[in-house]
């Protein structure tokens, strides 16, 4: 019997639902919830499945680099072109002198992003139901459904944004800004607040953006699958069985889009973020 099912015939929906959305937590974690508790407490599925993915990113482009051919490429070459070619078109656009570390960066974000994901397509009950047999009580398989995932990525950007305020404008320069815009020097306390809360609102928007949209993603996926689950319970098999494989594979081909348009998303809006940073005025 499915998680689905059992969670329809046993726990209900909700015990169902809060098991997937709950992450695999070791350390600083309530006993009780499995939630994290305090600041040490640590999402090991997260951390896996992040590591995992960046790692294959990694593995392709080195294999990659080795086989690169001039003239006529391979097919998965042309395809890898198509993607830095688009990136470099995005960078292009906002960023007139972009430093070296703009193109591998927005590159890097992209793929990464597209990849966990793409996660949320892999069948919900599947990894968990084998994490299960070797006695792994919770799994939650897409890493940006994590908040903690989200926030440390934009907030690395976020960092990035200082730094290059920093290092265009000067400190005096980059002080000059909370100080006189958006309203003029006869504003400055309200200069402060509003500047402040433009510039918090960056990495917050780029978590929360990323966050919510895989987050409301999983949780459709989750209640495709509990019909199914329902369904293998009573006579309305033939019925809700169909509904559900419909359901599931048209939400799978319009969660295509949303999460490429994530990842693109995110890529554009750091890319932006950073060209305003290295600009000297604001």
């Excluded at 097919?75 to 072109?81: C, H, I, K, L, M």
């Excluded at 081909?253 to 290295?278: D, G, K, P, R």
Aim: proline content about 5%.
């Amino acid at each position: 019997m499915s998680q689905a099912a059992e969670g329809s015939s046993g726990g209900g929906t909700v015990e169902y639902i809060q098991h997937h959305l709950t992450n695999l937590c070791i350390g600083d974690c309530d006993p009780i919830t499995h939630k994290a508790a305090g600041f040490w407490a640590l999402h090991v599925d997260t951390v896996f499945f992040s590591v995992l993915l960046g790692g294959l990113i990694v593995l392709v482009s080195a294999r990659l680099g080795k086989q690169l051919t001039e003239g006529v490429p391979g097919g998965f070459q042309n395809f890898v072109e198509s993607i830095l070619d688009f990136v470099n078109g995005q960078i292009s656009d906002s960023f007139p002198n972009p430093p070296k570390i703009i193109g591998p960066m927005a590159l890097t974000i992209f793929v990464w992003v597209w990849l966990m994901n793409f996660m949320d397509l892999i069948p919900v009950d599947l990894l968990p139901v084998i994490a299960s047999w070797m006695g792994v009580s919770y799994l939650k398989v897409v890493p940006t459904t994590d908040l903690s995932t989200a926030f440390a990525m934009s907030f690395t950007v976020f960092f990035l944004i200082i730094y290059y305020n920093f290092k265009s404008k000067g400190a005096v320069g980059y002080l000059k800004m909370f100080l006189f815009h958006p309203f003029g020097k006869f504003f400055i306390p309200a200069n402060i607040v509003m500047t402040g809360i433009e510039e918090l609102a960056k990495p917050l928007s780029l978590g929360l953006r990323l966050f919510g949209n895989m987050f409301a993603g999983e949780l459709v996926f989750l209640l495709i699958a509990l019909l199914g689950g329902a369904a293998t319970l009573g006579l309305g098999l033939l019925i809700w069985f169909p509904l559900q494989v419909v359901l599931d594979l048209g939400w799978l081909l319009f969660h295509i889009l949303v999460i490429t348009l994530q990842a693109f998303i995110f890529m554009v809006l750091t890319i932006v973020y950073l060209s305003m940073a290295h600009t000297k005025d604001h």
